[in-house]
């Protein structure tokens, strides 16, 4: 089982920087593929970011790709997300995402089996 604990959300004005954290409980935290999904008001989650295990290979939407960066420290048990040069359409409740082990980087959220309870991110225009 792995319990996830995002942190990081906030109020931020458009064109402005935040880095959400995600803590992973457990020791195979290096044995998850990881993601970042976020939900807006209405409508369906949308796939951010996905990262394999080791954090080689990262992946990310086309409406972030440019601006978002996933990255995770195996040694801390922690996924990130930095977020730059945000819209006001970045504004959604973003979650992280854990595979099952030892699984590729998913990109749907079918695909993952653990999942934390997200963080409010608010971009201001």
Do not use: H
């Amino acid at each position: 089982q792995v319990q996830l604990v995002e942190s990081g959300g906030g109020l931020v004005q458009a064109g402005g920087s935040l880095r959400l954290s995600c803590a992973a409980s457990g020791r195979t935290f290096s044995s998850n593929a990881m993601g970042w999904f976020r939900q807006a008001p209405g409508k369906e989650r949308e796939f951010v970011a996905a990262i394999d295990r080791s954090g080689g290979s990262t992946y990310y939407g086309n409406s972030v790709k440019g601006r978002f960066t996933i990255s995770r420290d195996n040694a801390k048990n922690t996924l990130y997300l930095q977020m730059n040069s945000l819209k006001p359409e970045d504004t959604a409740v973003y979650y992280c995402a854990a595979r099952r082990a030892n699984m590729g980087p998913g990109f749907g959220a079918s695909s993952y089996d653990y999942w934390g309870q997200g963080t409010q991110v608010t971009v201001s225009s």
